[in-house]
């Protein structure tokens, strides 16, 4: 009784701290892996600014994203749902234009702030919904969107549009050229615009950056700094993605781009008075990618990690996260707490404290952001990917179970793996723990429901 009474009062202290409604901004690289960070173990180039905020806050070992790719893994942000129950388990292009959208009942984060009484925007790839749909970003919650409604169209760092709300706005700029407006430059301008509009209220930023993720485009003065220094360079010719000479000094401009708007978004912070005030995430939204020059193995991208962008070995979905505020997350943590995309959505709840209607799959890790007792842990985590012949994975406690080759094989088998001694997954156990296995596959059939489209649904 008593430890519940001091329980209790912790809590009502936090929950006094939390009544001056933080800022929130969830800052989402593209397609950049664990080991792409200089805080995370990168050796070949530096990540400063990104170092800066794990030093201001807490850096996680152990967190995972939605998917293995883009679209999925946004969407289990966005509404809390793992790989078994979201509404988008796949990247389904659409033409001309967009991705699937998803239903227009769909309860998202931005409808949670808004609930909380906070202004909200979404800068760069959205990748949900096109224009008009069901679920564009002003459909889902969102006050104010900048940038890419097509995840394909961010593809090209020099478009012939952006998009404003659900206005295009067309760079004429790049037509016929594509090289004058850098698109990454534009909408981080709005970004900034947005903070500096809001600064006198709350607000929720979900900064979806488009870097790294192929083209491997950076402006020239990022390439200069860069060229030369990581030899043999890689000279990848055109076929999907725009040819690049120069690969490896490509992807490190990129990510030197990334790192120096983090910078001026921490900057900008502190001008406007907001820095303590308000909490920064970052994180990637999948693994390291192989497309359009990039060469994960040169820069050892997934570090001890086995796989890559659309894998669901460690390699494909382990992501680096980290959580500054000043004063309330204690300064230069590392937590091995296991962690996911799916859990954003309660830890607002929690945040905000406004009641979260929704059953979701995720749980807040808000106890654990700020060393406070009663942070509930996952029993187990779940992903899928229905392409590249049909991939499943499964995570509880230290045993990590995957299986390929679903929809080719009736008698796919559960490779398993102890992650704790093999973090590398190089030894498969299935055959020396039998009764790991049958509780894994129990575990796999009862995390799914059916996809309304038969796409995300196996043979």
């Known amino acids: 009784m008593k430890r519940c009474f001091i329980v209790g009062l912790v809590w009502f202290a936090v929950l006094q701290v939390l009544a001056a409604k933080p800022n929130v901004i969830f800052i989402l690289a593209d397609d950049l892996g664990y080991g792409d960070l200089s805080c995370y173990g990168q050796t070949k180039f530096e990540t400063p600014n990104i170092d800066a905020l794990a030093k201001r806050g807490m850096r996680f070992t152990n967190h995972y994203s939605g998917s293995t790719v883009c679209a999925p893994s946004r969407c289990s942000l966005l509404t809390g749902y793992h790989m078994g129950h979201a509404a988008v388990r796949g990247n389904a292009e659409l033409v001309p234009e967009g991705q699937q959208p998803m239903p227009a009942d769909t309860y998202t984060v931005a409808h949670h702030f808004k609930k909380a009484g906070y202004k909200t925007g979404v800068f760069g790839k959205w990748g949900l919904g096109m224009a008009g749909s069901t679920s564009d970003p002003k459909s889902m919650g969102f006050d104010r969107f900048y940038g890419y409604n097509c ?10 549009w952006l998009w404003s709300d ?34 006198d209220e709350p607000f929720f930023m979900y900064y979806a950056a488009v870097q790294p993720h192929a083209d491997m485009i950076a402006p020239e003065e990022y390439m200069e700094k860069h060229r030369g220094k990581y030899l043999p360079e890689l000279n990848y010719e055109e076929d999907y993605y725009r040819g690049q000479p120069e ?7 990129m990510v030197n781009v990334l790192d120096d708007y983090v910078g001026d978004v921490m900057a900008e912070l502190k001008k406007l008075g907001l820095a303590d005030n308000t909490l920064v995430i970052f994180t990637s939204d999948n693994g390291a990618h192989e ?5 994960p193995e040169y820069f050892d991208s997934n570090g001890i990690f086995k796989g890559f962008k659309r894998d669901l070995y460690e390699g494909g979905i382990h992501v680096p996260f980290i959580a500054a505020w000043p004063g309330r997350i204690q300064e230069g943590v590392v937590n ?57 994975a499964i995570r509880k406690g230290k045993w990590k179970g995957v299986i390929y080759d679903i929809n080719k094989h009736s008698d796919a088998a559960l490779e398993l793996y102890d992650l704790e001694k093999d973090p590398g997954e190089t030894r498969n156990l299935a055959k020396e723990y039998p009764e790991v296995v049958d509780e894994l596959n129990m575990l796999i059939q009862k995390s799914r429901k059916p996809s309304h489209l038969d796409k995300w649904n196996f043979n």
């Open 151 to 160: 995840q394909r169209m961010a593809h090209c760092y020099y478009p012939a």
């Open 166 to 199: 659900n206005e295009r706005e067309f760079l004429w700029g790049n037509v016929g050229s594509f090289s004058k407006d850098y698109a990454p430059d534009l909408i981080h301008d709005e970004a900034l615009k947005f903070m500096r509009a809001h600064k």
């Open 247 to 253: 690969g490896h000094a490509a992807f490190a401009a």
């Open 291 to 295: 497309e359009g020059g990039a060469d």
């Open 336 to 392: 091995d707490h296991l962690s996911t995309f799916w859990d954003f959505l309660p830890t607002v709840a929690d945040l905000t404290g406004v009641p979260l209607d929704e059953k979701v799959d995720g749980q807040s890790y808000l106890p654990t952001l700020l060393g406070k007792p009663g942070q509930q842990e996952h029993d187990w985590l779940y992903w899928e990917f229905t392409m590249k012949g049909g991939r499943k």
